[in-house]
């Protein structure tokens, strides 16, 4: 029984996951006073690319052809282990909060090798900027869990998120939202809404995909984005046990209130220089840091 | 459970001031700050019942969070200078320093409160370490302008220090300070308008030598 709802809500996941992102996109539009693309945009997208014919430069490996299906794979792995709609269940026994971390950098890893395999010259800036960026975000990542962790006494993800609210782990969902805006290549820190530009990070790796290969990527991306603004929702900010429908709600109205954030924070600043990074991540790791010392004096 | 969100909000922005580069982030740091105070000081007139408490808050909101920061963007695009803070500590190097007075400031919270008393160590903690971020913003940044907003920053630590560990200062006192900071404002603004004038740049490092 538990193993179809875990199965479930993974299909929610990766059906419910490119809405997030137009509705993000719907929200930036509207604030900006423009009609914008409909909010089911995303899915147009990926039909649209499932339906095109996959073109690979000759000069690639099979890593190039690979590397698309190691990084849906791991990053659908990921869902299995976090609790989507509040409480919802989990893998518990495979792995813990800290298995999705390690999913995530398996997938970054064959990314990044996809980005240099065919040899463009964007590709292997983008992948250089991203093992960049991935050794700052990670150490935020892992001590906002802990605060989480040390909140609930355990890495456990169901134990966590069934566990109660304390104030500690608001400054740990700070630092994770920080870290999610870096993640899932939002504006402070790289720029989702354009390609062939010289500062791009993420677009720049997956410059070579086409058709089949390239929805499956984006597929990805919204599903990762949406395990990072789960990780938000209803682990740093656990809505406690037994919550059923209430918890669904509050779980929904928590990913509506995340994703406002992130479109206002996307349409006030600026994309930062990259080397500026190191002080927008580092700022998330400290605030990860203080709220995993408030957590252990007992906040 | 509120004061303890308002407190890390505070902690937050405050962090937030000392990674900032620029003039106008930090000028919009010590708005939000300010912000802060007005939502502590409102939940402490709402738990005393104090009329006295609501007038301070109210005072807060116009002269910390509405009037100061309107006055300090306006000189900031009167005398036309760069938006560089003039950071001698880098924004990283600047937030570890933050980490390191804050964990101090813990310590010595912990002299002063037993371990039975959290809520009032916890509010110890960050009050001093807001004064402590202000005397940092002070003597860590070139801009003669962070030397207002540090002050302002150690004012806004103190109050909170005042307010919360005796329930205020006598309310005389209180609007008396109020009076101070909005005369000290105004006059270190102009201060600050005339170096400009006569140096042309605001950097307090090259202010050492003489001007015939």
């Given at each position: 029984?538990?193993?179809?709802?875990?199965l479930?809500q993974v299909?929610?996941?990766?059906?419910f996951?490119?809405l997030?992102s137009?509705v993000?996109?719907k929200?930036?539009?509207?604030v900006?006073?423009r009609t914008g693309?409909p909010?089911?945009?995303?899915?147009?997208?990926l039909f649209?690319?499932l339906g095109k014919?996959?073109v690979?430069?000759?000069h690639?490996?099979?890593i190039l052809?690979a590397?698309p299906?190691?990084?849906f794979a791991?990053t659908v792995?990921?869902?299995?282990f976090?609790?989507?709609l509040?409480?919802?269940?989990?893998?518990g026994?495979a792995?813990?909060f800290?298995?999705i971390?390690?999913?995530?950098?398996?997938?970054r890893?064959?990314?990044a090798l996809?980005g240099?395999?065919a040899?463009?010259?964007?590709?292997g800036m983008g992948?250089?900027?991203?093992?960049?960026?991935?050794?700052?975000v990670?150490p935020a990542?892992?001590?906002a869990a802990?605060?989480?962790?040390?909140?609930?006494g355990?890495t456990?993800?169901?134990a966590?998120s069934?566990?109660?609210l304390?104030?500690?782990?608001?400054l740990?969902a700070a630092?994770m939202?920080?870290a999610?805006?870096?993640e899932t290549?939002?504006?402070?820190?790289?720029?989702?809404e354009?390609?062939?530009?010289l500062?791009?990070?993420?677009?720049?790796?997956?410059?070579e995909?086409?058709?089949?290969?390239?929805?499956l990527?984006?597929?990805?991306?919204?599903?990762?984005?949406?395990v990072?603004?789960?990780?938000i929702?209803?682990?740093m900010?656990p809505?406690g046990?037994g919550?059923?429908?209430?918890?669904a709600?509050?779980?929904?109205?928590k990913?509506l209130?995340?994703?406002?954030?992130?479109a206002?924070t996307e349409?006030s600043l600026?994309?930062?220089?990259?080397f500026?990074a190191v002080?927008f991540?580092g700022?998330?790791?400290?605030?990860a840091?203080?709220?995993a010392?408030m957590?252990?004096?007992?906040? | 459970m509120?004061?303890e969100?308002?407190?890390?909000?505070?902690?937050?922005v405050t962090f937030?001031?000392i990674t900032?580069k620029?003039?106008?982030a930090?000028?919009n740091?010590f708005?939000w700050?300010?912000?802060?105070?007005?939502a502590?000081m409102?939940r402490?007139?709402?738990?005393?019942?104090?009329?006295?408490l609501?007038?301070?808050a109210a005072l807060?909101?116009a002269?910390?969070a509405v009037?100061?920061?309107?006055?300090?963007?306006k000189?900031t695009a009167e005398?036309n200078?760069?938006q560089n803070?003039?950071?001698i500590?880098?924004p990283f190097?600047?937030?570890?320093s933050?980490?390191?007075?804050t964990?101090?400031?813990y310590r010595f919270?912990?002299?002063?409160f037993?371990?039975?008393?959290?809520?009032?160590?916890l509010?110890?903690?960050i009050?001093?370490?807001?004064?402590?971020?202000?005397l940092f913003?002070m003597?860590f940044?070139m801009?003669?302008?962070?030397?207002i907003?540090?002050?302002l920053?150690?004012e806004?630590g103190?109050?909170?220090?005042?307010?919360?560990?005796?329930?205020?200062?006598?309310?005389?006192v209180?609007l008396?300070?109020?009076?101070?900071?909005?005369?000290?404002?105004i006059i270190v603004?102009?201060f600050?308008?005339r170096?400009?004038?006569?140096?042309?740049?605001?950097?307090?490092?090259?202010?050492?030598d003489?001007?015939g």
């Open positions: 029984m538990k193993t179809v709802h875990i479930l299909l929610f996941a990766a059906a996951a490119p997030v137009g993000i996109r929200i930036k539009n509207s900006r006073m693309a909010v089911l945009q995303p899915y147009y997208n649209k690319l014919e996959e690979r430069s000759v690639s490996s099979w052809a590397a299906y190691v990084v791991s792995a990921a869902v299995f976090t609790p989507i509040c409480g919802g269940p989990v893998f026994e792995g813990d800290l298995v971390i390690f999913l995530f950098s398996l997938g890893f064959f990314q996809a240099l395999d040899a463009g010259a964007f590709g992948s250089s900027r991203e093992m960049f960026l991935s050794a700052l990670e990542v892992l001590v802990l605060t989480v962790s040390l909140n609930a355990t456990d993800a169901a966590i069934g566990g109660v304390r104030s500690s782990a608001c740990g630092a939202l920080l999610a805006m870096a290549s939002r504006i402070p820190v790289d720029n989702q354009t390609h062939l530009e500062t791009m990070v993420h677009e720049a790796m997956v410059l995909y086409s058709g089949r290969a390239l929805a990527i984006e597929l990805a991306a919204h599903i990762k984005q949406l990072f603004f789960s990780i929702a209803s682990l900010l809505c046990a919550a059923g429908l209430y918890g709600g509050g779980y929904l109205a990913l209130v995340i994703s406002l954030i992130i206002l349409i600026a994309k930062m220089r990259l500026r002080d991540l700022f998330a790791l400290v605030l840091l203080a709220g010392v957590s252990a004096a007992g906040f | 509120i004061i969100l308002l407190m890390f909000a505070m902690l937050f937030a001031m900032a620029r003039i106008n930090v000028i740091g708005m700050q300010s912000l802060l105070l007005f502590a409102l402490l007139a709402v738990a005393s019942g104090n009329t006295e609501y007038i301070l807060v909101l002269v910390k009037f100061i920061p309107y006055y300090l963007r000189i005398m200078v760069s803070m003039g950071l500590l880098n190097l600047s937030l570890l933050g980490i390191a007075l964990y101090l400031c919270a912990g002299y002063v037993s371990a039975q008393a959290p809520a009032d160590k509010m110890l903690t009050s001093v370490s807001v004064i402590a971020f202000g913003l003597v940044r801009k003669a302008l962070s030397q907003i540090g002050l920053v150690m806004n103190t109050f909170l220090l005042a307010s919360w560990t005796s329930g205020g200062m006598p309310f005389i209180e008396a300070v109020f009076f101070d900071l909005f005369v000290l404002v603004g102009t600050i308008y170096i400009n004038k006569l140096f042309t740049h605001i950097d307090v490092s090259k202010l050492t003489l001007k």
